[in-house]
């Protein structure tokens, strides 16, 4: 088999809903990251990449048809590269890259070109066609943001509660309190903003320079908040359950727009690159179990990933989880049972954001690039996914010394 590796990685900062990248189109913000991987590869001969494979969740706006495909036009590459785009909802990036790997270790590929993209701001409502003609009753939208929509009602109603539904449940499950919620989602803000002053993101994000709509350029992520503290997400109030709830907008990550991208390639990709790998694709898991438990499927998934990867926890030096909500990363650490300082050392999702398919990239590149700065051997990159999934890759820093 041949061997896979993480060459490079970059995303754009990650906007609020409705913030500074909502009037950019999700297909320009992966052009963007394409061309950015690019320019960073610059004895690269376009022609010789393999293939892109981009994650996106919604699919129902103006990514539709195939973002990867249209960004790498977009982007100028050559129409000879093929692209295809993965829905795995918040795993779908994620998913792109173990998949891309795949094709390297079984000698399809020597270079390929993943990521993901998401713009929340710019996913629509959507009517749904009628069964017949001209029908009388009232019609009604349904939005394509986030969450169930269009459910078939043979589906069981346990299962289809609403994310934050479903976080409660399991912190119920697990015995998390609100305060635990509290503490972990204030520690995200503070290491994020942390990371972006010491500089950790300056190869990692690429700023996106304003459009004609907006005239402001978005240099770093959009929801770190340097000032968050226990005391102050403790006085916002619960979104879900009007009585007994502690899911807040404060412990849950919030809704964003962005992209990201990475270079994979086996052995010859540092030629065809001129670069170093960064980290080397040890393991890959993916995990399933009840829908409204989604948040603790990285556990297994992980556990798999590990066991493939040749190794156990007590050997994992950095973690990167996606932080879909802070009780759902705390199920899965507790079970887990891993050191909370490994795990988001630069922030996670809660304070930088989850726009849906870029996500998985971004937990990718960043535990690579982590491991390099760390001198850390091995990693753990890991994600929840609604409707009850889980994934994770171990990634192996081959030139650590410790």
């Known amino acids: 088999m041949t061997t896979s590796y993480v060459y490079d990685a970059v995303r754009t900062p990650f906007a609020k809903i409705g913030g500074a990248l909502a009037s950019h189109r999700p297909d320009d913000l992966a052009a963007l990251v394409i061309r950015t991987m690019v320019e960073r590869a610059p004895a690269l001969e376009t022609s010789r ?23 790498t036009l977009l982007a100028g590459l050559p129409t000879s590269i093929p692209g295809t785009t993965v829905n795995r909802l918040c795993g779908s990036s994620l998913d792109a890259a173990m998949i891309a790997s795949r094709q390297i270790e079984v000698d399809e590929a020597d270079l390929m070109l993943v990521g993901g993209v998401e713009s929340m701001s ?5 009517l749904p066609k009628t069964e017949r003609p001209f029908p009388m009753q009232d019609l009604q939208l349904a939005n ?95 979104v879900f359950r009007a009585a007994n709830g502690t899911v807040t907008a404060g412990n849950a990550s919030p809704m964003n727009d962005g992209a990201s991208a990475a270079w994979l390639g086996s052995e010859a990709g540092a030629d065809l690159l001129g670069a170093a790998p960064l980290a080397r694709i040890a393991g890959r898991g993916a995990a399933a179990n009840e829908p409204q438990f989604f948040g603790e499927a990285p556990v297994e998934a992980a556990n798999t990933a590990l066991r493939r990867a040749g190794i156990t926890w007590d050997r994992v030096g950095a973690v990167e989880l996606n932080e879909a909500f802070a009780a759902q990363s705390l199920a899965c650490l507790r079970q887990w049972g891993v050191d909370q300082d490994i795990v988001n050392a630069w ?36 994600l929840c996914i609604g409707v009850g999934q889980g994934l994770a890759v171990v990634l192996e820093n081959e030139e650590a010394t410790e």
């Open 49 to 71: 990449i393999d293939e892109v494979v981009f994650g996106n969740a919604n699919g129902a706006g103006e990514e539709n048809r195939n973002v990867a495909r249209m960004a």
């Open 122 to 126: 710019r996913a629509p409502w959507v």
């Open 144 to 238: 394509s943001t986030l969450g169930w929509r269009l459910v078939n009602p043979e589906m069981p109603g346990e299962w289809t509660v609403s994310l934050g539904e479903a976080t409660e449940q399991l912190r119920e499950k697990h015995g998390i309190t609100r305060e635990e919620q509290d503490e972990f989602s204030a520690r995200s803000h503070q290491l994020a903003a942390k990371a972006w002053d010491e500089g950790r993101y300056d190869d990692l994000v690429v700023p996106v320079a304003a459009n004609t709509k907006r005239g402001t350029d978005v240099p770093r992520d959009e929801t770190v908040r340097a000032d968050s503290t226990v005391e102050s997400l403790a006085g916002l109030r619960t």
């Open 347 to 382: 922030g996670g999702a809660i304070a930088i954001g989850h726009p849906l398919g870029a996500s998985g990239t971004r937990v990718l590149g960043t535990l690579a690039r982590r491991l390099k700065a760390e001198n850390r051997r091995w990693g753990v990159a890991s």
